[in-house]
């Protein structure tokens, strides 16, 4: 199964650089990395993902290893509103999804 | 607005009585799925769909059962809740493909069986 591992907690200073980790050791080559989040007790909205190279979109960075068995997101520069769980994804098949426990970034001002 | 509805958002039932707890979509996804979200375990797939009657079990499915009778709709069913089924409930969906899927979630419902 692709799970992944990825730190209980985080703290990050508002508008400086907040960089997630996530190790994906099992990951098969042909399997993405997605991330989302989820804010309170919303439902979980989707960030980025990538399958080995850098991606960057209007939210985020994703940074994924050359092995792939691990990726980092990262927030260029995090506020108060990016408090939130973040999830790096994995799937044991294509069908099937694997959140885990996911990562508290707290942003402190 | 394309979006993801769940109804009830909140319900407090008792042991043994049936419930159902709908799901629907406006995007024409071919892919549903349902999560339930504990304390410290994070979401946890229930049951998921790759299109109308297509239907397979997640990571958690006992005690629960889905149907896909229409593309945008896609009960959640509790036959005879318990109280270890007390959760927060996700339905998510996206469309269908060998890359692309970010799903897209609805605002929860929050079940409490007592």
């Known amino acids: 199964d692709a799970k992944t591992t990825q730190p209980p907690s985080m703290d990050c200073a508002e508008g400086r650089a907040a960089n997630l980790p996530c190790n994906h050791s099992?990951?098969?080559?042909?399997?993405?990395v997605y991330w989302y989040r989820q804010i309170h007790s919303q439902g979980p909205q989707y960030i980025i993902h990538?399958?080995?190279n850098n991606e960057t979109n209007e939210m985020a960075s994703l940074i994924i290893t050359e092995d792939r068995k691990s990726s980092t997101l990262i927030l260029p520069h995090a506020t108060l509103r990016d408090t939130a769980v973040y999830y790096c994804?994995?799937?044991?098949?294509?069908?099937?999804?694997?959140f885990g426990s996911g990562t508290k970034l707290n942003v402190k001002p | 607005e394309a979006q993801v509805t769940q109804n009830p958002r909140y319900l407090i039932t008792v042991t043994g009585k049936k419930l159902t707890v709908t799901c629907s979509q406006n995007?024409?996804?071919?892919?549903m799925s349902w999560y339930r979200q504990d304390p410290g375990l994070g979401l946890r797939q229930i049951y998921y769909?790759?299109?109308?009657?297509?239907?397979d079990k997640g990571d958690v499915p006992e005690g629960y059962k889905v149907s896909r009778k229409e593309k945008r709709n896609f009960p959640l069913i509790l036959e005879s809740p318990s109280p270890n089924q007390t959760s927060l409930y996700f339905c998510?969906?996206?469309?269908?493909?060998?890359?692309?899927?970010?799903?897209?979630f609805g605002p929860g419902t929050r079940l409490t069986v007592l």
């Open positions: 998510a969906s996206s469309m269908r493909g060998s890359s692309y899927n970010e799903q897209f």
């Open positions: 099992t990951i098969s080559g042909n399997e993405y």
């Open positions: 990538g399958l080995k």
């Open positions: 994804i994995g799937r044991s098949n294509f069908n099937k999804f694997y």
């Open positions: 995007m024409n996804h071919e892919y």
């Open positions: 769909s790759m299109n109308v009657e297509v239907t």
